[in-house]
């Protein structure tokens, strides 16, 4: 069992799955304290909602360093060991990353290290990328640098918006984010510099995706004869 504090600054949809995961008995795990940087996001109506004590800690004119010390009080008050970031719009100082060394987890809406940084949908279907996905890691003292821990792949269709796109990804942020927390939990996750293994889990069986789909070559096609590119009719 392990014993969360989770950092919000919005909708928290992230923390409605984990709270979903930990109520259906998938993650062995208890928040001990929700966290708003925010005042009445909904987020904070969610904890109301599920009993689960919740404070809102302002940032306004304090230093950062000042602000994160606050944030290790807080959480060591309510005897929390692993911090989880779920949508938390901060930059986060050493001061917390050394109270919580490799104890702090993020979710990152793209492939990391592809497309750090906010409004990465827009930016994925620009860019013209087939796949994109979504990253579990620890939090290191770079801006999504830390060890990756899990992550999601899904295709990026030829009329995709930033919306869309955003919206598929979510779905899988969901899922992996609760399996990141239980592999924690079940005491599994090994760090050794930038790797993190998951001791005795299953190998992702090998599969491949492509995007546009892959078609079956029963022979050598025409397309490829001398010279031609080509042209799908
Ligand atoms: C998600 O896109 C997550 O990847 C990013 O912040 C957003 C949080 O959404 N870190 P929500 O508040 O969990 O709905």
């Not at 060394?101 to 492939?111: F, K, Q, Y």
């Amino acid at each position: 069992m392990v014993d969360l504090g989770v950092l919000v600054s919005g909708s928290g949809s992230n923390l409605q799955a984990i709270i979903d995961n930990i109520e259906k008995g998938r993650v062995d795990a208890r928040i001990k304290v929700i966290i708003s940087n925010v005042p009445e996001v909904y987020a904070l109506e969610r904890a109301k909602k599920h009993g689960i004590p919740s404070t809102v800690l302002p940032h306004k004119g304090l230093r950062r360093e000042d602000y994160d010390q606050r944030l290790v009080e807080a959480l060591k008050a309510k005897g929390v060991e692993l911090v989880i970031l779920a949508g938390f719009m901060r930059i986060i100082t050493p001061v917390l990353l050394r109270a919580f060394s490799m104890r702090v987890m993020n979710i990152h809406p793209a492939l990391l290290p592809s497309f750090p940084g906010t409004h990465v949908w827009q930016a994925e279907v620009d860019y013209g990328v087939k796949f994109a996905g979504c990253t579990v890691h620890f939090v290191d003292e770079g801006t999504d640098t830390g060890p990756i821990i899990i992550q999601a792949v899904v295709p990026v269709y030829d009329d995709d918006t930033a919306d869309t796109l955003n919206a598929r990804i979510l779905e899988q942020e969901h899922r992996i984010y609760s399996q990141a927390i239980q592999l924690y939990a079940e005491g599994r996750l090994e760090v050794h510099g930038r790797r993190v293994l998951a001791r005795d889990f299953p190998k992702a069986p090998y599969t491949s995706m492509i995007n546009p789909p892959a078609r079956i070559f029963d022979k050598v096609p025409d397309i490829w004869q001398a010279g031609r590119l080509c042209s799908w009719t």
